[in-house]
């Protein structure tokens, strides 16, 4: 069972930046892929960026697109979530969630994905 631990988050002003990170346990597969959903209060969970990591490919919402910018880590199984540019809108909890049965035509359907972290507050104030 993979483990994914987050971190970062809190509390920014409009224009802000902050930085998330999630680190997975194992990689089960080749073909795993890790990525970032978010809920905010009353809204639908919605997909924020994703990354594989059997080569490079990146993958973002478009009301994300040119702000935000995902990573990783290889060696220590580790993925980033820049984000820059901060946005109230952009204020919900964030989830790191990993799969490996994902294909592009799945991976922003948050179904597809099989392990999630705990999810952390990402705050932005006007």
């Known amino acids: 069972q993979v483990q994914l631990v987050e971190s970062g988050g809190g509390l920014a002003q409009t224009g802000g930046s902050l930085r998330l990170s999630c680190t997975a346990s194992?990689?089960?597969?080749?073909?795993?892929?890790v990525g970032w959903f978010r809920q905010a209060p009353g809204k639908e969970r919605e997909f924020v960026s994703t990354?594989?990591?059997?080569?490079?490919?990146?993958y973002y919402a478009d009301s994300v697109k040119g702000r935000f910018t995902i990573s990783r880590v290889n060696n220590r199984l580790t993925v980033h979530l820049q984000m820059n540019s901060l946005k109230p809108d952009d204020t919900a909890v964030y989830y790191c969630?990993?799969?490996?049965?994902?294909?592009?035509?799945?991976?922003?359907?948050?179904?597809?994905?099989?392990?999630w972290g705990q999810g952390t507050q990402v705050t932005v104030s006007s």
């Open positions: 194992e990689r089960p597969s080749t073909n795993f892929a």
């Open positions: 969630a990993a799969g490996t049965t994902l294909i592009n035509s799945t991976l922003r359907n948050g179904n597809a994905y099989a392990y």
């Open positions: 990354i594989r990591f059997n080569g490079h490919s990146t």
